[in-house]
């Protein structure tokens, strides 16, 4: 009641309401995965982690349309903007209809690569992939024209929906099976949609963009680019592992990188205001550099205090969230949240300069993520050397994105 009090009386503005909805998110996914871990233990977890890094995966290529959605919503206007948003909806659900058939056709496959129970789980979440697409077009629009409320409506009906079904279906069902897991996600995809702009989708429309065709293709493709640099690095440490290792070390890791990820998810709330926010300043001739050395000293701080915690109190941590049975991991614990940080500080200059449309950074971290899957390829020894090996990448990563900024600051 306080915070609806807030609000109304405008002391709360759309910033800082989304700002507040995206950790409730955050903090409802982390319950979600939590409750998972210590419902289905470390070897029936790594089946589960798989279907969530296969859900992060799907967020990461479905964020090329949010964010070539949100750039052009600032961009566009009138007739050129419904165009264009007509078009996105016809593209982003052919392009999720191709990966879903995928999915769903190579399940048996994806089975055998990453050793889980079930090829039906892949089925299930094959079927969905087409509606997330539309649902980050619809997110896309929202973010673009500043609509935080809307957009926060639609990650928490998301998140919600995906936390209450999937474990009504164990309590319920008593079944533990990750096709369960399966049917969860793809029902939260359904309520992702609320609310959706029905209105703006024209299938049979003729669609004239005329000489923004080139922009928009040229942004489409280095930002798919980069968001494929963001699922290796974000991601392919859990698949590796998940495929080198046993499922029990393979479910153990995944504990570790859930907690340890959580200053990338925090950083990820800062990026949604940053694009906007940096295409609308250099739209109007304003400087640009402190948005970004503003956020930048965000989630410096909050990446210091998250490895400080994880550095004082590993084994406390792990047996709070998941059980003492997640216990080994405690050591790894602050090192992974080192690789995590760098990672999170290094894509806010990245995404800075995609909303510039200076491109130079996203090759940087498709190169350097390159580099972090080929040093966990050959080293993989111990999942002590798994994390070594993205510490060294990231670390890299962050200190070349720094001296590219310097650089371009300074010509600037």
């Known amino acids: 009641m306080q915070l609806v009090t807030l609000i109304k009386s405008k002391k709360i503005n759309p910033e800082q309401l989304f700002m507040l909805s995206v950790l409730a998110v955050n903090g409802g996914n982390y319950l979600y995965n939590l409750l998972l871990g210590r419902l289905l233990g470390p070897t029936a977890f790594a089946d589960a982690a798989v279907l969530i890094t296969f859900l992060l995966v799907l967020s990461f290529a479905a964020m090329t349309f949010q964010l070539v959605t949100a750039k052009f919503s600032v961009l566009f206007e009138n007739s050129v903007f419904k165009s264009f948003i007509s078009k996105v909806y016809q593209q982003a659900f052919l392009v999720g209809l191709l990966f879903g058939i995928a999915i769903i056709v190579f399940a048996s496959s994806l089975q055998d690569i990453f050793n889980t129970s079930s090829s039906t789980m892949f089925v299930v979440f094959g079927c969905g992939v087409p509606i997330y697409f539309l649902m980050s077009v619809n997110r896309g629009v929202f973010q673009g024209k500043k609509s935080f409320k809307s957009l926060s409506v639609t990650y928490q009906t998301e998140m919600w929906s995906r936390l209450l079904i999937t474990l009504g279906l164990i309590f319920i069902l008593d079944i533990t099976s990750p096709v369960i897991i399966a049917v969860g996600i793809f029902a939260s995809f359904l309520f992702g949609l609320i609310p959706f702009k029905y209105f703006t989708i024209s299938l049979k429309k003729q669609v004239v963009l005329g000489i923004h065709k080139k922009a928009i293709r040229s942004f489409f493709l280095i930002t798919a680019f ?42 990820w709330m800062f990026v949604m205001l940053l694009l906007p926010t940096v295409v609308q300043l250099k739209k109007d001739g304003k400087d640009t550099a402190p948005v970004l050395f503003k956020y930048v000293g965000y989630i410096a701080a909050i990446s210091f205090t998250i490895v400080l915690v994880c550095f004082s109190a590993p084994e406390l941590i792990i047996d709070i969230l998941f059980g003492e049975q997640y216990i080994a991991m405690a050591p790894l614990l602050w090192q992974y949240a080192i690789a995590t940080s760098m990672f999170a500080i290094s894509n806010i200059f990245a995404y800075y300069y995609l909303s510039l449309d200076k491109y130079v950074p996203v090759v940087i971290s498709g190169v350097f993520g390159m580099l972090q899957m080929a040093l966990v390829v050959f080293f993989h020894d111990s999942l002590a050397q798994v994390v070594h090996m993205q510490i060294i990448a990231m670390v890299l990563l962050l200190i070349i994105q720094v001296v590219f900024f310097k650089i371009n600051h300074k010509k600037a």
Do not use: C, M, P
């Not at 980069?226 to 592992?241: A, G």
């Open 226 to 267: 980069y968001e494929l640099t963001q699922i290796i690095i974000n991601n392919s440490d859990i698949l590796l592992v998940k495929h080198y290792f046993e499922s029990y070390e393979a479910g153990l890791y995944a504990s570790l990188a859930l907690i340890g990820r959580i200053v990338y998810f925090i950083a």
